[in-house]
């Protein structure tokens, strides 16, 4: 599992309340990923982050933010929850190296009333 | 942007071989992969290929690229009860270490 660890694993909201939703990694890896998962559309990526302070957007980032003041930590803030974020969000770390593998984490199921 | 597409359900008899598909369009794909998500877990990587590469051959799994007709597919011969999950393919550029996922075929495995 390449030390990924998510939390919290199960989150119920109400629509408004800001939420956060944190990733962690053991494996001191430069490169880290937020993705949500919803039927029919895949995964996809909602931001991204090259190192400590430097993140990026990615296809489907409104609504969200993110920070990256540690290499191990890598939050996701929804900074008002609405029904549509409903979702299960995974992080993953990328791996630059012979064939920029990414590892994930367990999920985070959030649901938003 | 980049658009990667699957059928979204394949069944297969235990014992049959699975063949899942995949198209994509983004002609600078350099690596493609196929990752497997069993039931409350997370996404595993199940094999990838370099996109100068037509086939790659790894125990049960072959995957075979069509690099002039974009056309990425998996073949899990003696498919088991264990295989059935969703499985994802992807696509990444080259320098970049961005994937972007196709929807995903849910793979049922009957007894």
């Known amino acids: 599992d390449a030390g990924i660890t998510q939390s919290p694993r199960h989150k119920v909201t109400e629509t408004g309340t800001p939420v956060t939703l944190r990733c962690h990694q053991t494996e001191n890896h430069r490169y880290m990923y937020w993705y949500r998962q919803d039927p029919g559309h895949g995964l996809r990526l909602i931001h991204y982050s090259y190192g400590v302070k430097d993140t990026d957007k990615g296809e489907v980032s409104d609504g969200y933010s993110v920070s990256r003041s540690k290499t191990e930590d890598f939050l996701l803030t929804l900074e008002s929850a609405t029904s549509s974020q409903t979702s299960v969000y995974f992080c993953?770390?990328?791996?630059?190296?012979?064939?920029?593998?990414?590892?994930f984490g367990p999920g985070t199921r959030l649901t938003v009333l | 942007g980049e658009d990667v597409e699957q059928s979204l359900f394949l069944s297969v008899r235990e014992g049959d071989s699975s063949v899942i598909n995949c198209t994509y369009t983004?002609?600078?794909?350099?690596?493609l992969y196929w990752y497997k998500q069993e039931p409350g877990a997370g996404l595993q990587l199940l094999t990838y290929?370099?996109?100068?590469?037509d086939m790659k051959q790894d125990q049960r799994l072959t995957v075979l690229l069509n690099k002039k007709d974009k056309h990425l597919s998996l073949r899990i011969a003696d498919t088991q009860t264990g295989d059935s999950a969703i499985y994802f393919c992807a696509e990444s550029e080259t320098g970049a270490n961005n994937l972007f996922f196709g929807t995903g075929t849910r793979l049922t495995v009957i007894p």
């Open positions: 993953a770390i990328g791996v630059v190296g012979s064939y920029n593998e990414q590892f």
């Open positions: 290929i370099f996109s100068n590469m």
């Open positions: 983004d002609s600078s794909s350099t690596y």
